[in-house]
């Protein structure tokens, strides 16, 4: 495929097999790390050897990718906190301790008994510690929830995570192993002294100025259930979401608008593009507005908490934008692969998260397919077009994320393409009054008659998702999707991707 001929996807793909091989096989860190060095050793006395010949010789290119492969499996094991002698999990007394320190890192999605949080562990019986721990504080009316970067004093045990009681049920103990969270906690708040509540981190003052919007919000005279929406669509937390609406989205197949991702992000950009062309006529233009854009971007994905859709977004665009300024094409796959590359090595767990899965195979979905099936039918009239490239956009995405999405949530939305070809155009609207309403709440300039019209316009949103997703006979639940039918799946479609471009027999044959 022509693809493989660009380095960077090689690279990727490289990459990508080692970090697989790290979280599967538990490879000893120091032999991996002194293989690597001896391959990057032997990779450099290779290439002095045979400088002018380099593009002849196969082996420099195994040995390049083996090094890549390399730093892959290495990149996964420095970021295993396991493999740290100072881990709580290392030491022999961990089942006895008794005093604990810890910071907050993370607010989760609370149940109906405990407010939930991700810990990182300060010291244990007074002694400085590394891990993560999953904290349950009993739910208190009369109790505020606990800021990012609060410290906090406890004596308690630690408890095991329960894991799944029925078969192939979601393995809750395995997703928070890839947040390196091995054990947790269940607290009161009689229980728990508060040392600090002051934020020390980029991630603590992003969540001090959501909780400073949320209050001003609220004052304006936002609902409950409005302002959750607002949070999810525009600040990237869904925690407050009522079950019942979350579940409208899901049914709907809608969802993925409630994940800040590169729809989000892209529609952003477009506005940052718009907003800051008159920069362009000062002298430094074209060097100041990309440095503006790409830090306003990454200061928006710390603030929607830097999940895996919208790290990969604003990846991806930061380097679009980068090579719109140098004046060259960028080329989608190669973009692709280059966020997919430093993200992974930054965050090789990444790759096994769903939402990164899903974000990666829906752009890829609409890059390779979405141009052949508007080819099929090109409308003269924008009236008809704009509707049409959304419907092939959104097809183009199912057909990239229906194979995962069948094995992980085991349930298809027929209606797809009617609730996004409703939400999707006004979408933009709804992100840019948005925006606009979060900017003026700030400097507490907010007038009734936007807050009356922005809620007026979520809660139409909401009763749209909650009308298409009443037709539940269109909601195909239940269905058994194993790992070797994905990628039989994956197969299906890349080969039949390449019968459309070569229409050969070979590929009608793999196919």
């Excluded at 990628?487 to 019968?499: D, P």
């Amino acid at each position: 495929m022509k693809l493989l001929n660009f380095t960077i996807i090689k690279f990727t793909l490289c990459l990508i097999i080692g970090i697989v091989l790290a979280h599967y096989f538990n490879l000893n860190f120091r032999i991996a790390l002194y293989s690597s060095l001896g391959l990057i050793a032997m990779l450099g006395i290779y290439w002095l050897a045979i400088r002018q010949k380099i593009n002849r010789s196969p082996y420099f290119a195994i040995l390049t990718y083996l090094c890549i492969i390399s730093i892959g499996i290495n990149a996964y094991n420095i970021k295993n906190e396991k493999l740290r002698p100072r881990h709580y999990t290392n030491l022999e007394t961990s089942s006895t301790y008794k005093s604990i320190s810890f910071k907050i890192e993370q607010r989760l999605k609370p149940d109906a008994y405990n407010d939930k949080y991700i810990a990182s562990l300060i010291s244990i019986n007074d002694e400085s510690i590394f891990g993560r721990l999953l904290v349950n504080i009993k739910r208190d009316s009369t109790q505020d929830c606990l800021p990012v970067d609060a410290v906090l004093y406890t004596k308690t045990q630690f408890k095991n995570i329960q894991k799944p009681l029925n078969p192939h049920q979601f393995d809750y103990s395995k997703y928070l192993e890839l947040k390196q969270v091995y054990h947790q906690l269940y607290l009161k708040h009689n229980e728990i002294l508060i040392l600090s509540k002051q934020p020390t981190t980029i991630y603590g003052y992003a969540d001090q100025l959501r909780s400073t919007i949320n209050n001003n919000l609220v004052k304006a005279g936002f609902e409950n259930d409005v302002l959750s929406i607002i949070n999810a669509l525009l600040l990237g937390q869904r925690q407050t979401i009522n079950k019942h609406i979350y579940n409208n989205y899901v049914n709907s197949g809608t969802i993925h608008i409630l994940a800040v991702s590169g729809l989000h992000v892209g529609i952003i950009l477009i506005m940052l593009n718009f907003i800051l062309r008159p920069l362009l006529y000062l002298k430094h233009g074209r060097i100041l507005r990309p440095l503006i854009i790409i830090s306003l971007l990454w200061l928006f994905a710390v603030v929607a908490g830097l999940s895996p859709s919208v790290t990969r977004a604003v990846t991806m665009f930061s380097i679009i934008s980068f090579a719109q300024h140098l004046k060259r094409p960028a080329n989608i796959y190669n973009t692709l692969a280059i966020s997919a590359f430093l993200i992974l090595l930054i965050k090789p767990t990444f790759l096994f998260k769903v939402g990164f899965q899903m974000s990666y195979l829906a752009v890829l979905g609409i890059v390779s397919i979405q141009p052949i099936l508007y080819k099929l039918w090109q409308p003269k009239y924008l009236i008809l077009d704009y509707p049409w490239q959304i419907f092939t956009v959104t097809l183009s995405a199912q057909a990239g994320v229906v194979p995962i999405s069948l094995f992980y949530f085991h349930q298809f939305p027929g209606l797809f393409f009617i609730s996004n070809l409703v939400v999707i155009p006004f979408l933009g609207l709804i992100l840019g009054i948005g925006l606009f309403v979060i900017l003026l709440a700030l400097i507490n300039m907010l007038p009734d008659f936007l807050v009356v019209l922005y809620s007026g316009i979520i809660h139409s949103l909401n009763t749209f998702i909650a009308w298409v997703a009443e037709f539940e006979d269109f909601l195909f639940r239940d269905i058994p999707f194993p790992l070797i039918q994905v990628i039989c799946a994956y197969f299906i479609i890349a080969a039949s991707v390449q019968v459309y471009k070569h229409k050969t027999f070979r590929w009608v044959h793999f196919a």
